[in-house]
């Protein structure tokens, strides 16, 4: 079946250091990347996604970037906080219409303070 | 702000006993979602439902059972509850043909 790989694991980065999260799909025909959050205890929350017809998105210290043609989407956080510690999760859209998500298998972030 | 809740975040059952799990949402999505979460695992889709009386397997179904009866209500059923299906249980809901799908706060179940 179809799936999502996402790298690294754990990540840990001190405070104001920027944090990449990468992840590569195999479903060719996915046009949807959401990217979430899930602080400790929490529920899984969608920071920001990106449709297959841009190749970049930002929003405020937050961004990702997708190469189609290599099937893989990354995140990008910059000026890292306390705050930005948490699992996140990337996911990939099954084509198809289904609205099913594939996700991967999560990144704990650690931002030393 | 949509809403989707589940009916326990805590929940201690013993081998062999039979488990609903339930899942409301607010927001009258078409579509609905049982994960189930575990560490360096991801997500894992269980089953869903694109409408009323209507549902998929997911990736990994075996032991499970859904009843979705009505629009907002999606419950996931243990027939007869294993060890092996100790885990965190996340609900999401989405509407139609749009995407981003909305969480509820996961359901910590213990089988013992």
């Known amino acids: 079946g179809e799936n999502v790989e996402q790298h690294p694991s754990t990540l840990s980065v001190q405070e104001g250091d920027s944090a990449v999260i990468k992840c590569t799909y195999s479903?060719?025909?996915?046009?949807?990347f959401p990217w979430y959050k899930q602080e400790l205890g929490k529920r899984p929350q969608l920071i920001i996604d990106?449709?297959?017809?841009?190749g970049e998105k930002k929003d405020q210290r937050i961004a990702v970037t997708l190469n189609k043609t290599a099937k893989h989407f990354s995140l990008h956080i910059t000026e890292t906080q306390p705050e930005d510690s948490a699992v996140y999760f990337c996911?990939?859209?099954?084509?198809?219409?289904?609205?099913?998500?594939?996700f991967g298998q999560g990144t704990t972030l650690q931002v030393k303070p | 702000d949509v809403k989707v809740t589940q009916s326990s975040r805590y929940l201690v059952k013993r081998t062999g006993e039979k488990v609903f799990l339930e899942c409301v949402q607010d927001?009258?999505?078409?579509?609905m979602f049982w994960y189930r979460q575990d560490p360096g695992l991801g997500l894992r889709l269980i089953y869903f439902?694109?409408?009323?009386?209507?549902?998929e397997k997911g990736d990994i179904p075996e032991g499970y059972s859904v009843s979705r009866e009505k629009k907002e209500r999606f419950s996931l059923i243990l027939e007869s509850a294993s060890t092996n299906q100790t885990s965190m249980y996340l609900c999401?809901?989405?509407?139609?043909?749009?995407?981003?799908?909305?969480f509820g706060p996961g359901t910590r179940l213990t089988v013992t």
């Open positions: 999401a809901s989405s509407f139609g043909t749009a995407f981003v799908q909305y």
């Open positions: 479903d060719s025909a996915s046009n949807y």
């Open positions: 990106i449709r297959s017809n841009v």
């Open positions: 996911a990939a859209i099954l084509s198809g219409n289904t609205g099913k998500l594939i």
């Open positions: 927001m009258d999505h078409e579509n």
């Open positions: 439902s694109y409408d009323v009386k209507m549902k």
